[in-house]
Every structure is written in C-alpha cells, then in structure tokens.
C-alpha cells in the first residue's frame, strides 16, 4: 500500500526554537496533505490543509503565522512549528491524499514534539 | 468542534468478549471510515462505509453505516489481545475532508 513518511518520529527542543516536520509521499503523488494534532489520549484535530502550489488553508483557531506549512513539491510538504512553547507539545501527524484516489488518505507515524 | 461522538471513550474487556462501539452524529457524511491508532504512530484505515444501511466484515469485525448517513457502529466478535488500541471514526464531508470522532481507547486483556 502507499506509504507516508513523516520525520522527525520524535523532536525535544527548547522553547522559542522552530522546528520543522516533513511529510513525503513515497510512492504516489499528492496534490494535497493534511497536518493533525493529537493531544494525549484524545482524537486527531485537522489543523490545516496544505495544497501543492498554493497556500495553506487553516482551521479555525490555528494561527497560520505559527504553524508555517509548505507544499512545494507533490511529494513534500512541511510543517514549521515557530517560536515553540511547552504549549505546543503535541504529537503531529501529517496525512496524503493520492491524487488519482482522493476518497484515501494516508497517514505518517507522526511526530512527537516536546518543548522544554 | 467534534462533530462526531464515539461511545464509549474508553473499554477495558476479558479476551473473548464481545464488544460494539457507536459513533454518532447530527451531520450527514457521503461515507465514514474507521480507524485503529496504536500509541506512537499514525492511524490505519480499516474500512470505508459508504452507502447508509451498508454492513461490512473484516474477519471479526463488523461495520455498519446508518440509514441516514449520521451515525456508525462497529462490533467485535470474540476480541483478542491484538485489538487492543484507539478506534477513530471519521466522517468525510465536503473535498474529502475527515472529521475524526473522540475516539474509543479499547484494552483486551488475556
């Protein structure tokens, strides 16, 4: 089955750094990612959808200056946590939509983030 | 907003029971799917319901969609250690967007 890869699986940093998470499509093409933050022992929150060529579009909620999201390539997009605060401790999860069966997405192993 | 409620939030089980899990909503979806989500990684898709009514089995798992395209259930027969993990349901409404439900945390123990 398709696969998405999502790096780092797992990210410590110190507060009021940025990190940035990847998120491939390994064997198909995806017009379209999806990034979700899941906090302990509860569901998956979309917060935005990112768009190859085009600019992000953010859940209520979801400061966009924040989380920058990049879709540069069909494979890549990526997801830039700015200025990281305690609060921000989550674990991340990206999904890809395969362009040629847009009914499926397919989810990475997600990210844990932690910030000191 | 959660516009999908999963009963019940969590579910502790003897290996060998069976076991049903709800999925609730007042919004219409074209079609729902369910998810397992082990700790640490990402969710994996088990099945796609699509049509209201529509019943569907995965070994010892069965799915069924509502009538009216609101709500769905997912029962386990005879569960096994393995099953163990988080349940996800969710909808999908609009450009194919998933809208995930609160989640059921299910522990079979042998």
């Known amino acids: 089955g398709a696969v998405v890869s999502q790096h780092p699986s797992r990210v410590i940093c110190k507060s009021g750094t940025s990190v940035k998470i990847e998120c491939r499509s390994l064997d198909f093409q995806a017009t379209t990612m999806f990034w979700y933050r899941q906090f302990p022992k509860q569901s998956l929150m979309l917060m935005a959808t990112s768009n190859e060529g085009s600019k992000a579009t953010y859940e209520q909620g979801v400061e966009k200056d924040k989380f920058l999201i990049n879709h540069a390539s069909l494979t890549l997009s990526t997801l830039t946590v700015t200025s990281a605060h305690p609060e921000d401790s989550s674990f991340y999860i990206c999904s890809a939509r395969d362009h040629l069966a847009k009914n499926i997405q397919y989810f990475g192993a997600g990210t844990r983030l932690s910030v000191l | 907003t959660q516009l999908l409620e999963q009963s019940p939030q969590f579910l502790s089980i003897q290996e060998g029971e069976n076991l049903t899990v709800y999925c609730n909503s007042s919004?219409?979806?074209?079609?729902l799917q369910w998810y397992r989500q082990e700790p640490g990684e990402g969710p994996v898709l088990l099945v796609t319901v699509v049509t209201g009514g529509e019943v569907k089995k995965l070994k010892r798992l069965t799915f069924q969609f509502g009538d009216a395209r609101k709500d769905s259930s997912l029962h386990i027969t005879a569960a096994q250690p393995g099953d163990t993990g988080l349940y996800l349901c969710?909808?999908?409404?609009?450009?194919?967007?998933?809208?995930f439900g609160t989640g059921t945390r299910l522990t079979v123990i042998p």
């Open positions: 969710a909808g999908v409404r609009g450009a194919n967007n998933l809208f």
């Open positions: 919004s219409v979806f074209s079609s």
